[in-house]
Nanobody, 115 residues
Framework: QVQLVESGGGLVQAGGSLNLSCAAS????????MGWYRQAPGNQRELVAG???????NYADSVNGRFTISRDNAKNTVTLQMYSLKPDDTAVYYC?????????WGQGTQVTVSS
């Protein structure tokens, strides 16, 4: 089992920045991918960014160039730095980990970008 605890998020004006962090605990030893999805009201959950334990990154087109994902394997944490935020970035952001053919989710954290 893996537990994911998110922190960060909140309310920010358009053009501003926010950081999200996620700490994993439990059975986290082994190759894995961590990252973030988001879900806005009425929309499906969508991938924002992911990073593998060997450092390979991928981003949604909508955030590429504005968001940066990083991880600390020693601490089992992943961070999402969000810049130039837009109202369309408003959503609940969920941390995830893919490991041993299973996906685990955090509880979600709200990000609201005001215009």
């Amino acid at each position: 089992q893996v537990q994911l605890v998110e922190s960060g998020g909140g309310l920010v004006q358009a053009g501003g920045s926010l950081n999200l962090s996620c700490a994993a605990s439990g059975s986290t030893f082994g190759r894995n991918v961590m990252g973030w999805y988001r879900q806005a009201p009425g929309n499906q959950r969508e991938l924002v960014a992911g990073i593998s334990s060997d450092g390979q990154r991928n981003y949604a087109d909508s955030v590429n160039g504005r968001f940066t994902i990083s991880r600390d394997n020693a601490k089992n944490t992943v961070t999402l730095q969000m810049y130039s935020l837009k109202p369309d970035d408003t959503a609940v952001y969920y941390c995830y980990m893919d490991i041993y053919a299973r996906r685990y989710w955090g509880q979600g954290t709200q990000v609201t970008v005001s215009s």
